[in-house]
């Protein structure tokens, strides 16, 4: 490993989902396998002792960035009255929110008080600001939620990063499809963040084709490929439950993912790229 290794983000996401993927991503931080995580304040499983147990593991010595996942799809119900497009009382799928927004066909208004009451839940919880802000299935790229989203976070969390969703140049497979819708969308993003004074991460990586044939174990080397100083990857590792299994189809690939990121191979494989967690403890709650 060289002398002064690169250091990154490794982000779990859906915090608040299901019991058992918060039991999870609790495990991987106390062990020092995660350095971020963000939460679903829109999910059914983040009650008081759930986020308690989270906020627990920064008493004395921080360990985690804890950030704000903004949830617009999904099988999960709005926090703000009257808000829409709605599906049986839920979010829309990824789908019919994709579909409208390139229709440029949702309403602003509706998608800021969303968004804002989403952040104002997360300070009511942690009575502080998230680390960082960013989107369940990567919404915040959409046309006209990108707005109302940087919007919102430039005006309640200055001091909070956004996720931006651009692969490290270079090293981007034309193969990888989902990833190439993901960099699509992301034009422009990082731009008009910093136009409103919000900071990004550098680098992004680790989404994959949730298949049943996916090996994390093999996938996850590749996204360390290039990966600069405050990179940031994505994960999903959990414990799987009937909360979860009601909720998502993401299902046994987290588990898939929780094994890897527990195991002795993991921290093997940052050596050999050069990489190690960044510490939230030193202060490096930005990019």
Request: neutral net charge; charged residues 25%; contains cysteine.
């Amino acid at each position: 490993m060289r002398a002064n290794p690169r250091q990154i983000w490794l982000c779990a996401d859906d915090y608040g989902i299901a019991p058992g993927v918060n039991r999870g991503i609790r495990e991987l931080i106390a062990r020092g396998r995660l350095n971020a995580t963000s939460v679903m304040v829109a999910a059914p499983h983040l009650g008081d002792d759930e986020a308690r147990e989270l906020d627990l593991l920064n008493s004395g010595e921080a360990r985690v960035a804890i950030g704000l996942h903004v949830t617009l799809t999904g099988r999960f119900k709005p926090l703000s009255e009257g808000y829409h497009p709605q599906s049986h009382g839920h979010f829309p799928s990824n789908g019919q929110l994709l579909s409208r927004a390139m229709a440029r066909r949702l309403n602003p208004d509706l998608l800021t008080i969303e968004i804002a009451t989403q952040l104002r839940t997360f300070l009511e919880i942690f009575s502080r600001p998230p680390d960082f802000v960013d989107g369940h299935q990567h919404v915040q790229l959409l046309p006209q939620v990108r707005d109302a989203f940087l919007k919102v976070v430039a005006e309640t969390a200055p001091r909070a990063w956004v996720r931006q969703c651009g692969r490290v140049p270079g090293v981007r497979s034309l193969q990888d499809r989902k990833a190439l819708v993901i960099d699509v969308l992301n034009l422009g993003f990082r731009s008009q963040a910093a136009r409103l004074g919000l900071a990004t991460n550098p680098a992004f990586a680790g989404a994959y084709a949730f298949t049943d044939k996916a090996d994390y174990a093999a996938i996850f080397p590749r996204f360390l490929a290039g990966m600069p100083d405050s990179g940031l990857i994505m994960c999903h590792p959990g414990f799987v439950d009937e909360a979860l299994k009601r909720l998502d189809p993401l299902t046994d690939l987290r588990e898939r993912e929780l094994a890897f990121f527990n195991s002795d191979d993991f921290p093997e494989v940052l050596a050999r790229h050069g990489v190690e967690l960044a510490h939230p403890g030193n202060g490096e709650t930005a990019p």
